[in-house]
């Protein structure tokens, strides 16, 4: 069983469209992060949630925007999508009391 | 500016032997420090972590070490098997703010 799912798991979009990526978990985890990977950049932190009240914008936050609509669930909204933000995405959950983060397995995203 | 930098972007050991994948970080802010380890088409998954109190940690066949006055730590695999190849993260973390920020990665390739 997943504990942390993404969906979807694959997309392409075209230059301006809008997109959401969610998230889900069954961990029971307070905190969820939105992370970019890129090739030779590892992983960056994009927007992070404490609580279902709680949203901070991370590192590279330009661009997107994310709605925590529940504990389980934090979806990340490109509202017009652009090339450069092609790249892996990746949803993580942690327990507000450990470091440790539990991935979920990513959605490739492509914008032509 | 990279605060924490793998400077391997690939490693390739024999199997049974010796893998040693080298983190180092510039923040002396950071007190918790964690390995990650991705394979192809899922998320990282957690491997091992340790605080800044200490200078080694051991989990079966992974070891970290840190060294604080060098800001430098290492993970080492004895032995290697053919399920290590992957990418390995480097991450770290303040205890005043528990972000994580992640390295670029080593990829580590096990030849039989």
Known sequence: ?112 | DQQVKQNSPSLSVQEGRISILNCDYTNSMFDYFLWYKKYPAEGPTFLISISSIKDKNEDGRFTVFLNKSAKHLSLHIVPSQPGDSAVYFCAASAESNYQLIWGAGTKLIIKP
């Not at chain 1, 933000?85 to 539990?102: I, K, P, V």
């Open chain 1, 1 to 112: 069983d997943a504990d942390v799912t993404q969906t979807p798991r694959n997309r392409i979009t075209k230059t301006g469209k809008r997109i959401m990526l969610e998230c889900s978990q069954t961990k029971g985890h307070d905190r969820m992060y939105w992370y970019r990977q890129d090739p030779g950049l590892g992983l960056r932190l994009i927007y992070y949630s404490f609580d279902v009240k709680d949203i901070n914008k991370g590192e590279i936050s330009d661009g997107y925007s994310v709605s925590r609509q529940a504990q389980a669930k934090f979806s990340l909204s490109l509202e017009s999508a652009i090339p450069n933000q092609t790249a892996l995405y990746f949803c993580a959950t942690s327990d507000s009391h450990l470091n440790e983060q539990f991935f979920g397995p990513g959605t490739r995203l492509t914008v032509l």
